[in-house]
């Protein structure tokens, strides 16, 4: 089992920046390594969305709406995962999860483990 707690969130107005964080505890490490870790969001209505990944070998993926202007980086020993973004537009108004599983296929079609999630802004 996996235990993510993210925190940060809150209201920004369009073109400013803001971080997240996730903790992560639980059975991170196994016999394969590090379990994959991302960040989605999830609008009313629409589905999920991944945002950022972070495979077992430190790799990066990112999804074309936050390209060039989201980060993902994890912090091993806090094992704490961050989400660095900037210029951020209104349409980035939703609701964040951070996010993990045991591989990277499982990871962008269905994450086993996720956070509870935090509202996010972005004001005109």
């Known amino acids: 089992q996996v235990q993510l707690t993210e925190s940060g969130g809150g209201s920004v107005q369009s073109g400013g920046s803001l971080n997240l964080s996730c903790i992560a505890s639980?059975?991170?490490?196994?016999?394969?390594?590090?379990?994959?870790l991302g960040w989605f969001r999830q609008a009313p209505g629409e589905e999920l969305e991944a945002l950022a990944t972070?495979?077992?070998?430190?790799?990066?993926t990112y999804g074309d709406s936050v390209k060039g202007r989201f980060t993902i980086s994890f912090d091993a020993s806090q094992n704490t995962l961050f989400l660095d973004m900037n210029s951020l537009k209104t349409e980035d108004t939703s609701m964040y999860y951070c996010?993990?599983?045991?591989?990277?296929?499982?990871?962008?079609?269905?994450?086993?483990?996720r956070s509870q999630g935090t509202q996010f802004t972005v004001s005109s």
């Open positions: 996010a993990a599983a045991r591989t990277f296929v499982e990871l962008v079609r269905r994450p086993t483990y």
């Open positions: 639980g059975q991170l490490y196994g016999l394969h390594g590090r379990v994959c």
């Open positions: 972070l495979s077992k070998d430190g790799s990066t």
